[in-house]
Every structure is written in structure tokens, then in C-alpha cells.
């Protein structure tokens, strides 16, 4: 088995494409940027991942062209993380992973986790890419995300634990 630095070498595009976000970190930072959260301790809080991962991981995201960094202070500085077009083209693999894992992984009772609305008829728009209502195909632009109630309590106690931690 040749190791991931080589993966270049085959054809696969699957294969290449793993190569650079082929991991549980790199999939949950992808999802803080889809979310607006380019801060690095914020995205750390959410993913629940150290230091060194997050860090590890967005340079590596940095380096194969799908995110860019972005000072936001001088003193000391700090940066955020904006996705770039090509990590902008990664989000229907993410929009996938939401509706298969929605799907498949998920009881009914306990909801969906994320609604998206279509910004233009006010629609929800479900598991699709396609808005039910007006029937026009939607995109990243066209949708806004509303977490459900669940969800936000479970991102703000990943964002308390994170601060208690003293992270």
C-alpha cells in the first residue's frame, strides 16, 4: 500500500480526492466553514478535535488550495479561515453526507438536525436540491441553514466545554 502522499500517482479520482479530506477532522472543520466558523478556537470547540489536529488539518486544507487565511489581528496575531472556490465546490459532497447521514443514521424522532430554506420563496427545501415548492435547484447562495433546537444546545455546550477546558 503506498502511502497518502503518493495517491497523486493513481487515477481515481475518489482516491485523490480522499487523499486530501479523507478524515473525520478535515469533514468537521469543511462543516464549521459551510457553517461561517473560520476561527480557530471556534472550530476547535466544535469539532472537539486538539490543537494540533485543527491546525495540522487546516494546513493541509491551506496548502491543497481549498481554504485561505485571513489576519484579523494584529496584536497578537490571529487569522481566520475563509473557504476558497475550490473549497466552496467541496460543499454538494458535504450537502450528500448530510442527506445520507439524515437518511440512514438518524430515527425519526429525532429530527432533522439542520433545515435549509430557500432564500427566494421562503421554502424548506428537505433532504433535496431541488426547492418542492418553486421547483428551482438550489445551491449553497439559495439555501439558509436553520439549526434545530437540539443542535444549537449542542453546539453551545461543545462551545462552554470548550471554554471550561481554559482551551
Known sequence: MSPWSDIGNTT???ARSLAIVGD???LLILRELFFGNG???????????SSQMVSARLKRLEADGLVDRHRYSEHPPRYEYRLTEKGQGFYPV????????ETWLKTPEEGVAVRYRHRTCGHEVGLDFVCPSCGAVVGKDDLEPELSAKSIEERAKRHAD???RGA
Not at 94 to 101: I, P, S, Y
Request: charged share 25%.
Open 39 to 49: 476561527r480557530f478556537e471556534e472550530i476547535q470547540a466544535q469539532t472537539e478535535a
Open 12 to 14: 481515481c479520482p475518489i
Open 162 to 164: 470548550f471554554k471550561a
Open 24 to 26: 473525520r477532522w478535515t
Open 94 to 101: 458535504m450537502m450528500a453526507l448530510r442527506v445520507w447521514g
